[in-house]
């Protein structure tokens, strides 16, 4: 059977996995009465509420005696690590752009990774369909993005086509039938190349892990291109690291190759085609497995360093231990390096003291869906605010700066570049209209400066711009930048809020706690209206008299607390304070909980 290796890559909400819905519905996948889901490459929970795709994976669907491999990538550029390693495994991408907004930060970011590994992309205009899409300007763009990256001239002289995911059609003009996808996966068979590697089936056996997983039945496995030779069942192979250093040796258990949603057991893996593989115990991403004879690694692709830093400790709060039973440093300590090795963006270090651990990673979201995912488990911790990584070169110390893509109503492009470019330390690079009354802005901006910006960005444009950032490059040092503006309010008691007490509070700020809630010593409980931090008691209840008179019990009306997410906590958070993260709350408390000890702490710094 003749095989095809694409990848289907994209801005954020740009249509990837709703298309991959309806090439596998086209292609026969399901059978008739199979039960069906939207987004059925979304496969884990985090990624079914947030709508958006964290983890590149691999399905693969049959047309006309051709077998295609599609792999579906991340949008986001926190999960970039993924996108980087999948592109190793495909000839050829598919790049879809949103015919309304055009070529975004992350199509830039992706795009750039798949010229530079000489890929052809094959270009479709999805959402065409949409009242506000312009796919004649959308196409203009990306043939200027194509320009402005270096493609060659072969990559260049892109097919592209019009589409609708949703609606399940592609189009070569914009006036064809409308009525499926045959035209695309006519132009994948057309356009991209067979595996180079189907010329290597009688060499030794060669593989490039490029992504790892646990199965609860098979253990290790991992997933990746074959790039010479056939391997069977029960044959020996040997892993080596990127530099050729032997790590073990083990016996295949199993070999699956996706075929439609499933994975199944095949007997024998052909040069060409992505399969996975079980059996070894220590081998991990960008590894080579391979046939006893060979001594040199295949070459894999260096993963951009990480940007941020969060440190991630044991809950040491005076309710510690009450929702999760994983509290203890050390099960912590191996749930972080286990992420570590299926993760490779994110890097994990110890702390003098050994309670804590410094978590290295792209940015703000991707540390957010770990801890998601480690307090669905079980795990309590505390959380501090997320550090960037600087670096130095020739003796000056540089920032990492981000590209900042905003669009706006008009009204609030000015308030929008004030806080960018003024307190922020921004520098404004472009300006111009995007569509009746709306903005587009682009600036280069610190990524301190960032963090924490989104929900006062969401504020000042009420709730109608859109904000996509990319790593952008180092630019030395841009001094302080100023972080939280506002003070905080902070029990000085143990015990549970009552609603008289919040209610004499409410004209001090804003509320972060309802009434019964349980409250301890050093427990921020709201947001100060002046710059200064405020104890304040939140237990004293109504002193009661026995002289009664009209007017004197009033109902007591509290206006509802301000929720946070995760991720508003950790950006929202100051230095001197943490995140405490349990399966059933997120609670914000200063780091010494302790007054006294505050105030030891504020005069030797």
Request: charged share 30%; glycine share 8%; aromatic share 4%.
């Amino acid at each position: 059977m003749e095989l095809r290796n694409i990848a289907i890559i994209a801005h954020v909400d740009h249509g990837k996995t709703t298309l991959v819905d309806e090439l596998l519905k086209q292609s026969g996948t399901y059978r008739d009465n199979q039960a069906t889901t939207e987004r059925a490459m979304d496969s884990n929970d985090i990624e079914r509420e947030r709508g958006i795709t964290i983890l590149a994976k691999a399905t693969s669907v049959e047309w006309n005696g051709t077998r295609i491999n599609i792999v579906d990538t991340p949008g986001h550029a926190d999960f970039g690590g993924e996108v980087e390693r999948i592109l190793n495994m495909v000839d050829g991408v598919v790049l879809l752009v949103d015919a309304a907004e055009g070529p975004m930060p992350q199509t830039k970011f992706v795009t750039s990774k798949a010229l530079a590994l000489g890929l052809r992309p094959i270009v479709v205009l999805n959402k065409v369909d949409k009242p506000d899409a312009e796919p004649d300007r959308a196409l203009n763009e990306v043939f200027d993005l194509f320009a402005n990256l270096g493609a060659n001239d072969e990559q260049l002289d892109f097919p592209h086509l019009y589409a609708s995911g949703r609606a399940g059609w592609a189009d070569e003009g914009l006036d064809g039938p409308r009525k499926d996808l045959t035209a695309l996966f006519e132009l994948v068979v057309r356009h991209v190349p067979a595996p180079k590697q189907l010329a290597k089936q009688n060499e030794p056996f060669q593989m490039l892990a490029t992504t790892l997983s646990a199965d609860p039945f098979i253990g290790r496995i991992l997933t990746g291109r074959v790039e010479a030779g056939t391997l069977k069942v029960g044959a020996s192979l040997k892993a080596l690291t990127r530099t050729g250093e032997r790590i073990e040796q083990f016996r295949v258990t199993k070999i699956l190759a996706f075929r439609g949603l499933s994975q199944q057991p095949i007997d024998e893996a052909v040069a060409g085609d992505i399969v996975t593989i079980a059996g070894m115990t220590k081998a991990t991403v960008a590894d080579t497995l391979c046939d006893l004879s060979i001594e040199t690694a295949l070459p894999a692709q260096p993963i951009d360093p990480p940007t941020i830093s969060v440190t991630f400790g044991i809950n040491d709060s005076p309710l510690a231990g009450k929702d999760g039973n994983k509290v203890q440093s050390r099960v912590i300590r191996e749930r972080l390096l286990k992420e570590a090795e299926t993760n490779v963006a994110i890097r994990v270090e110890d702390t003098p003291g050994g309670e804590a651990f410094i978590v290295s990673g792209r940015g703000e979201l991707q540390m957010g869906v770990l801890i998601e995912n480690m307090r669905r488990e079980g795990f309590e911790l505390s959380i501090s605010r997320p550090r960037v990584i600087f670096k130095e070169e020739d003796g000056v110390r540089m920032e990492p700066v981000e590209e900042v893509i905003v669009d706006v109503d008009d009204e609030y492009s000015g308030a929008v570049i004030e806080k960018l470019t003024g307190e922020r330390k921004g520098d404004l690079v472009e300006m111009k209209p995007a569509g009746v009354g709306k903005t587009r802005i682009v600036a280069h901006v610190p990524s301190r400066g960032l963090i924490g910006y989104h929900g006062q960005f969401l504020t000042d444009t009420r709730g109608s711009g859109v904000l996509n950032r990319i790593f952008h490059g180092w630019v030395p040092h841009k001094g302080p930048i100023q972080g939280r503006r506002q003070g905080v309010l902070i029990s000085m008691e143990n015990g549970t809020s009552v609603a008289y007490a919040l209610w004499n509070l409410e004209e001090r700020g804003k509320l972060f706690i309802g009434a019964q809630e349980a409250v301890y010593e050093g427990m921020l409980i709201g947001e100060h209206s002046r710059d200064n931090d405020l104890e304040v008691n939140p237990l004293k209840g109504k002193k009661l008299t026995n002289v009664r008179a009209s007017g004197t019990d009033e109902a007591v009306r509290l206006t509802p607390p301000v929720r946070m997410s995760l991720e508003e906590a950790i950006a929202y958070i100051d230095d001197d304070e943490l995140v405490e993260v349990t399966p059933k709350i997120v609670r914000l408390r200063k780091r010494e909980l302790d007054p006294h000890e505050r105030k030891r702490q504020a005069r030797a710094e």
